[in-house]
C-alpha cells in the first residue's frame, strides 16, 4: 500500500510518499510570491500530477481545514487544497492500467482526510504536540537520518495518520 | 473585448460572459452536496474549461476573498475558486491559435479581481447594495429580460464591474 501525504499552500506545498511505512519520497513544491496567483497554482497542480504519475500511490492523506485557522492563511491553503484535490480526482482518469482509489466513487484517487489533532495524536501520541515534536517522531518513525522541511514532514505525518487509520491503529507509537 | 465573469462556489459557480455590454452566456454550475468534494472540483473546473473554449473571453474577472466572510464559506469558495484560477491558468497554453490574457505573465488568460464593494459599487452605484439591488441592476444594465439565478447574476456584476474599470467608469451606471 503506497500512501502520499500532502500539506498544501500556496507559498510551500509539502509531500511526502511511504510504503509499508517506510518513506519513499519527500519534498516540498514552493511557488514564488511575485506570481500571479492563478500561476502558481498551476505549478503546484503539476508539479502534483508529476508526484502521482511518478510514485503511484494507492491513496491521498490531507488534512482537513477548520475554523479556528487564521481566515487569509485558510483562504490561501484552500485555493492550493482545491487544485491538489483536483490532481487527485484527476488521476488515472482516460488513461489505461493506471492505479485508481476507490474511496471517490467515480474514479481518481481515493482522498482521506484527518483534523491536526488526529494526525498529532497518531505520530506523537498527543493532540497537542506542536511543530517540532511532529517533525521529531516523523523521522524517527520513518528512520530517516536526515532534516526534512517541516512541510514535507507535516505531510508525512497525515500520511503516517492514515497508515495507522488503515491497520487499525489508534496511535502510531504504541 | 469579451469577458466572462465567475461567482465561485462548491455547491454553485455562477458565470457570465459580456461582450461590449451585452451578455452572451450565462449559467450556474451546481454538483451534489453528496459527492467527495474533488468530484465536485473536477465538474467546475472541466465545466469552466469548456466554457472557457466555447466563449473564447480575452479576460476574466472574480471577486476577491476577504476576512469578514463567514470562514467555513470562504474555505468551499476558495477550493472551487481555486479550480477556476487553474482553468484560467490553463486556457490556451499548450494549444495554437487560441485566445490568451495578457495579464498574467506566463501565457493563460488574465484575471482582475475586485472587492464585493467595488462590484456592488460598480452596478449599483453603492458600496453597500443588497444581493436582489445588483440583481436588478445587472438586468437592466444588460438589457435581459427573464430572471436570472442569483449565482450568474453576481458573475455578471463582475464582469461589468471589470468592463467600467477598463473603460475608465467609476460607476457602471453613470
Redesign the interface.
Known sequence: MIIIGIDPGLAKTGFGVIEDRRCTEYGVIKTPSD?????R??TI?HRIQKILDTCEPDELAIER?F?S?N??S??????????V??A???YGIGSVGSAGGS????G?LA?FEYTPNQVKQAVTGSGRADKKQVQKMVTALLGIDENIPPDASDALAVALCHANQMSGQTSGIV
Open positions: 506570481e500571479p496567483i492563478q500561476t497554482l498551476r497542480f481545514l475554523f485557522r481566515v487569509t485558510a483562504i490561501e491553503v484552500s485555493h492550493a487544497r482545491g487544485v484535490l483536483l487527485a480526482a484527476e474511496g471517490s466513487g467515480s481518481g482522498v
